[in-house]
């Protein structure tokens, strides 16, 4: 079937975090990461099947879930996954924090690669460890690892976990698997376990692939533990279901301790049931998905290289999520975003977020469709000049 992404679709009074800020009316939302799109039809079917039934108390996980998840992975990412791997958790998040729980000490450290998702920040410092930053080279038009000092910092015995973000989240890029195999060989050279947030790992751009870490070597497989979850991919985070793949039973048994210490084993009854209807029956729509998102993307990259030259976008790889060159605009990421908001009633992402290292940047939210896009860099090129017209 052919499935419908340009109507627009209000979200107002449905409790939604992006659209329903009461002081925020006129606001077009462009910054957290979810999309504007209703979900899959077979999705939307089961959940009502669920509902009709009436009795929503504790529930377990069935096998359909665990083999729609290995189905999924074998189909689109070639990569053979087993059942007995698979730990279910409620969210990305919890499991990054609790997988950090569960091989750290506290005064441990933590490598990440800035700018980057701004939550790893927190499964760190929640479970009392330091950040170590390997800061991703900017090379005008991509970003880039810079290995010299990535070995530098994974060479530290206090240096526990790498958190690896593949596809990355702001920056866009899909690791390549030169990339991934020198970030895996250093890790193992220096006994660093790779936890990798393969989130976004279905939200890649036509001319790119997706690599599974674990599925690159043996080695590699029993070093890593794999974040995933269909809620990037098929607009689902309200349902809170995702899963952790641990191939090491060593590392498997004590990540499960982890969870269950902090009570995050038990998914949401209809999480379960969108889980399994989105990786048997969903893959027309998502491919529909990509299309429409690749649109957005290169309609943005064009609309901003004609109309708003004094801006630079970061071509992504992957994911609908927009990294922005800001820096010839000439004031702080902080006082940009400010003033997009104040002048153009758009509220978008500060690079700043993502760590110091995104000063001069911003991140946009183009999973919408496109008449709402469209209104939303033309607020964008109205604020900017707005702000060139008061530094005259």
């Given at each position: ?10 979200r ?31 999705i ?6 669920r ?9 377990g ?13 074998l ?8 059942k ?6 409620t ?27 701004n ?8 479970n ?7 800061e ?20 530290d ?42 989130i ?82 969903g ?7 990509l ?22 976008v ?6 609908y999520l ?39 940047f ?31």
């Amino acid at each position: 079937m052919k499935y419908d992404f340009d109507t627009i679709i209000s979200r107002k009074n449905t409790n939604s975090v992006k659209w329903d800020i009461p002081q925020e009316k006129d606001i077009i939302p462009m910054w957290i990461a979810d999309m504007d799109f209703k979900t899959a039809d077979p999705i939307i079917k089961a959940l009502e099947k669920r509902v009709q039934h009436g009795i929503f108390g504790y529930a377990g996980v069935p096998d359909e879930f665990y083999e729609a998840e290995v189905k999924w992975w074998l189909q689109r990412h070639n990569f053979k996954i087993e059942k007995e791997w698979i730990e279910v958790t409620t969210g990305v998040i919890p499991s990054l924090s609790a997988v950090v729980q569960a091989f750290t000490e506290p005064g441990d450290k933590v490598l990440i690669q800035s700018p980057v998702y701004n939550y790893f920040n927190s499964s760190i410092t929640n479970n009392k460890c330091s950040i170590v930053l390997n800061e991703l080279k900017y090379n005008g038009d991509f970003y880039e690892i810079d290995f010299k000092d990535f070995e530098e910092k994974a060479a530290d015995e206090k240096v526990k976990i790498f958190i690896l973000c593949n596809p990355h989240n702001p920056v866009g890029r899909v690791w390549s698997e030169d990339e991934l195999k020198k970030l895996g060989d250093i890790c193992i050279k220096h006994n660093v376990i790779v936890l990798v947030d393969e989130i976004h790992r279905d939200l890649v751009y036509r001319e790119n692939k997706h690599i599974p870490f674990a599925a690159i070597s043996e080695s590699f497989l029993m070093n890593s533990i794999t974040c995933t979850a269909p809620s990037k991919t098929f607009n689902i985070a309200g349902l809170k279901t995702s899963n952790i793949i641990v191939v090491n039973e060593e590392y498997r048994k004590k990540v499960n301790r982890s969870l269950n210490i902090n009570e995050t084993i038990e998914p949401n009854a209809f999480g379960i049931e969108a889980l399994i209807a989105a990786y048997n029956e969903g893959e027309e729509w998502l491919e529909q998905l990509l299309d429409y998102l690749q649109g957005n993307r290169d309609y943005l990259i064009s609309y901003i290289n004609e109309r708003i030259p004094k801006i630079k976008v970061v071509k992504p790889e992957a994911t609908y999520l927009i990294w922005i060159d800001c820096k010839n605009i000439g004031i702080s990421s902080k006082e940009l975003s400010e003033k997009i908001f104040e002048k153009g009633n758009l509220r978008i992402n500060d690079g700043r977020t993502y760590g110091e290292i995104g000063e001069g940047f911003i991140r946009i939210n183009i999973a919408c469709p496109r008449a709402l896009l469209t209104e939303g860099l033309k607020r964008l090129e109205k604020a900017i000049k707005g702000i060139e017209i008061e530094m005259l």
